[in-house]
């Protein structure tokens, strides 16, 4: 039998070290060849790291939320032939320390067998069993403690001596939660004392219980990185917020008789595409809103290709997939490319290309969207575009209120590079192209 020892590999894109953020495997385990022993996270994507070889987990050189650096050990396996460790010494040159032995939990008896010829020990006798301690009989004057008393019913008036009230009052205590341990539920200052005792307790009898416990939670991985960004972009970027009522009853209709022409080669459409093809045809007026600000540098680079992030909420926590070249990408693609990048995000198969490169975003809660939110910045782009949910709504049209289907847009702007009056041409020209969707047909 060998050891093999199996070092974080290089993930690709320069990247140096990168986070634990799941073991696949413990100590003991057996393993197939490929089989995924941990995931580690980078700046760009979580990578699962397989095992090569068949064998038995010895050691594991990190915990969840380290960080560890390319080249370091992370597993050793007991695996049959020499493995690549060739001695004990080398174990300790690679890096590796030594597993600290286990405590047993009890004791092991280690049975000698007697020397041939050798008289054999006789049979401990065996241990009278322990006689039972007869049961105490309570006292016939014993009372019934207050837990086991009758509850009280509701809205009856407990009954208590005024010294007893008093006492109570004075320790903040509530008659009515306190058990009587007398005559028709009476309360004697015994109540009151196991009352104070109990505590906690008390919820066994009120269904109400406090609870006095802490859970510490390691932030790690995915949300560690979504802390990271939300942190940088709040520290960094001085942000200002427009919202805007839109009117998007004619787009729904347009966008459901868009939706009864079922094609296979036409996904559903939701609002989203339109948004996309609105916000292609401001950008175009406003190039300045389709950009990244290196504010180290001070410099923005602003790009002709518009990649629109759409976050996205998964089980894991929040992920930006990008829709690249939205620009080139008519109503149909823009929805299939969202479905796409969608499932993938949810089931954890987006790769690195699928979650970077964005140039601006579009954030929704969907119907969760709430009346007007302040959306917080992608760094370092220095635009997002917050979707609200839709609401019918009473609309004066100078005569009468009519119902009319109504959303806010929440969009936040990079103060520094964007001013006040930008973003609004921004938000209004979607607005226009919202309102009267035939127009975003028209080039």
């Given amino acids: 039998m060998g050891e093999y020892v199996i070092k974080l590999p290089d993930v690709g894109e320069g990247v140096a070290e990168a986070e634990l953020v799941e073991w696949h495997v413990k100590i003991g385990d057996l393993v197939r060849e ?26 594991l050189g990190a915990e969840i939320g380290d960080t560890v650096a390319i080249g370091s050990p992370i597993v050793r396996l007991k695996v049959a032939g020499q493995g690549n460790v060739k001695a004990e010494g080398n174990v300790k040159a690679e890096g590796i320390a030594e597993p600290a032995p286990k405590a047993a939990s009890k004791p092991i008896e ?12 006789a049979p401990k006798p065996a241990e009278p069993p322990a006689k039972s301690s007869p049961a105490v009989a309570a006292p016939k004057d014993a009372r019934p403690s207050p837990a086991s008393a009758a509850p009280r019913m509701e809205g009856e008036r407990p009954l208590a001596s005024p010294a007893v009230r008093l006492r109570a009052k004075e320790a903040g205590i509530d008659l009515r939660q306190v058990p009587g341990s007398g005559p028709a539920g009476r309360i004697s200052h015994e109540d009151i004392e196991a009352f104070l005792a109990r505590g906690p307790q008390l919820g066994r009898a009120t269904g109400l219980a406090r609870k006095e416990g802490v859970e510490d939670i390691k932030v790690v991985g995915l949300r560690r990185k979504i802390a990271e960004k939300m942190a940088l972009a709040k520290s960094r970027i001085p942000h200002i917020t427009y919202v805007e009522e839109i009117e998007v009853t004619a787009l729904e209709e347009l966008r459901a008789t868009l939706n009864k022409e079922k094609r296979q080669d036409r996904p559903k459409l939701t609002l989203l595409p339109f948004l996309m093809r609105a916000m292609v045809k401001a950008i175009a007026d406003q190039p300045n809103l389709n950009a990244l600000f290196d504010d180290d540098a001070g410099i923005i680079h602003q790009h002709e290709g518009i990649h629109i992030g759409i976050a996205a909420q998964t089980p894991a926590g929040l992920v930006v997939p990008v829709v690249k070249h939205a620009e080139a990408r008519d109503l149909w693609e823009c929805a299939a490319e969202i479905n796409r990048l969608a499932d ?3 089931s954890g198969t987006a790769t690195r290309e699928d979650l970077s490169g964005s140039t601006i975003t579009i954030t929704s809660l969907g119907a969760m969207g709430g009346v007007a939110t302040t959306p917080v910045i992608n760094y370092p782009e220095v635009a997002i575009v917050g979707v609200n949910k839709m609401m019918v709504r009473p609309v004066w049209d100078g005569t009468q209120f009519i119902p009319r289907k109504m959303m806010n847009l929440s969009s936040s702007f990079d103060h520094r590079v964007i ?11 979607i607005k226009t ?3 009267t969707p035939a127009l975003i047909f028209v080039d």
């Fill in 34 to 59: 490929d089989a995924v022993l941990a995931a580690v996270m980078t700046d760009k994507a979580t990578v699962e790291i397989p095992s090569p070889v068949d064998g038995e987990i010895l050691w």
């Fill in 110 to 121: 280690v049975k000698s067998e007697p020397a041939p010829g050798a008289p054999k020990a």
């Fill in 344 to 346: 993938a995000a949810k």
């Fill in 419 to 429: 001013d006040g009056w930008d973003a609004a041409v921004f938000v209004q020209r």
């Fill in 433 to 435: 192209l919202l309102e």
